[in-house]
């Protein structure tokens, strides 16, 4: 009887030590070359930056979905690995520009300020009006009528005398309708043009510098409201100096001339006998971008769920043909979910499975809005209540400016104070045959960029799950093309990975769940 209450004794805490101990044999299998591997595909040119609604998305999601696949991973969605968010795109869009014999390219050449539906714009001629002001003192647009017109104006400056002052004001102090950026174009919309095309020395830079991602929309989820809010107000046309020079060339002037006039008194509006032909307005585009879901089934804690999750878009292709790899934004957060994933099918193959079930997910559309998460956790695979911890991963690939010159080995763990009192505990146990430096700062709470509300995690912590973010921190690259693989600290990133994993291990093989004893805000509503 003494040898069967011995090996009765005995039974569990065997168990538990193998417990104990498994943890850094299968961490180990999470290494820089398969890291390096999987994060040089994510971020080839073939994959041209995982953008939503891309071809780039879809390769994307194909990858991690073999890779998922091929670890045993249950598809839990209806016996499938995906869950298709529903998205729509609202972009404005421009099939055809065409002034006279010569076509202009949207984003090139010109930009639109609009929300019309999509219409067919066609005159004749064009009324160049100057600069457009309608004041008591200097008004181009008396006697003019514009209604259904398509017009041309000068989009800065006002007239002056022979001494620089203000025609309107009389001192050197440019009026309102200098000052206030949209005076003008609001005041001649109320004409009724057909189309505004306004002309202005800065558009080159700011057609340049906004032309390429302004072109690609906005991704929202669709609640069903999606309705076409579009007005019938003219559009404008922002024009770069060429496009301006050559309509204005046709009258005898050039931007540059026509600024340069000393004017006493309005000009009359002139005809610029060129034809236009443009199809254009906004285009509302149906997207099913999917969250890929991999489910570990635990063992005798198996209705209760872990969530490790991190988000597989980024910025995707430009227009132009310009590529936002990121490598590190979240290619690296990518990479470590897909490698934990196979660290513990593996332990779970060798019979050392984790307690707790593990749900993997690579999240769509975070970049357009958190809206892979937000749409999870408003159709949960798993019901919320089961959902006991979230560890999110978003940018682990990387020193940060703040540690640039110090000490590299480091990581940033977010969400410490948040909801419960155990995942500090937890991080810092699951560091000690890691030995990385736990940064807390973007836990304080007069921390100003509130990195804990602008990830993934946010929407399941919002629903009261205890919810943990790990990151490097920002660099000079971010969000930029230059955020490429060669860039990647790989064997920093995979003691980051390792110690995800530890945390991983500890949440799902644990006696308790996270005990749930905080706030997620503070009395003021900004975060403990």
Known sequence: MRKLFSLLFILPYAYSCSLAQAPSKYANLITEESSKAHLTILASKEFEGRGTGQEGGKKTVKYITEQFQSYGLKPIVNGSYHQPLSLVRVAYNVESFRLGDQNFVYGQDFFVQGDNSAQSIQADEI????????????NELKGVDVTGKVILLVNEGEPVDASG???????????????SRFK?????????????????SQNDEMIKRIGGRSLMGRVQLDKGTAANNSTQAAPVVLVN??????????IGTSLEQFKAKTLTSPEPAKTIKVGINAEMGVKREKLDDPNVLGYLEGSDLKDEVIVVCGHWDH?????NGTIFPGADDNGSG???????AKAFAKAKKDGKGPRRSILFIALAAEEKGLLGS?????????????TVACINIDMLGRIDDKHLNGDHNYVHVIGTNKLSTDLKPI???????????LDYDYDRPDEPMRLYYRSDHYNFAKNGIPSLFFFSGLHPHYHTPEDTVDKIDFPMMVKRERLIFNVAWDLANRDTKPVVDLPLEDAKGTGR
Do not use: C, H
């Not at 100096?241 to 046709?250: F, G």
């Not at 999870?376 to 798993?382: A, K, L, S, T």
């Not at 991080?427 to 430096?437: G, Q």
């Open 127 to 138: 009324i160049f009006v100057g600069y457009g002001i309608q004041d008591e003192k200097y």
């Open 165 to 179: 002052n203000s025609i309107i004001t009389g001192t050197s102090t440019k009026s309102t309708w200098t000052s």
């Open 184 to 200: 003008r174009i609001q005041e001649l919309t109320k004409l009724n043009p057909k189309l505004i095309l306004a002309a202005s």
């Open 241 to 250: 100096t060429a496009m301006a020079n050559q309509l204005l060339a046709k």
């Open 315 to 319: 910025d995707g292709i430009l227009p």
């Open 334 to 340: 990518t990479v470590a979910v897909v490698e934990l």
């Open 374 to 386: 937000q749409f999870y956790v408003e159709n949960p695979i798993i019901p919320l209540e089961k």
């Open 427 to 437: 991080v810092e146990k699951a560091n000690k045959d890691i030995n990385l430096i």
